[in-house]
């Protein structure tokens, strides 16, 4: 799967060759194709730090129940 800053490449890419073009509905396409790239950026990197939360939180939860459980 691809991450965060491939897909603002993706961005940065639209972004260069809308501009080293004319004025007109291509240049337009590309351009609202760097904002789509840009969200599905933004989408995926809050996507990681909601895994990680959620990553965290368990390891978390079992350093409690490890902790809560009595010894031999």
């Known amino acids: ?3 965060a800053s491939d897909y603002s490449r993706h961005a ?3 972004r260069a060759l809308a501009a080293a073009m004319k004025i ?3 240049r337009d396409q590309l ?3 760097a904002e789509m790239w840009e969200q599905v950026s933004k989408d995926r ?3 990681i730090r909601g895994r990680q939360g959620l990553d965290e939180a368990q390891d978390r939860d079992a350093a409690d129940q ?3 459980r009595p010894q031999p």
């Open 1 to 3: 799967m691809k991450t």
């Open 12 to 14: 940065q890419d639209c």
């Open 24 to 26: 007109g509905e291509q």
């Open 31 to 33: 351009l609202r194709m």
């Open 45 to 47: 990197a809050a996507l």
């Open 66 to 68: 490890s902790a809560s």
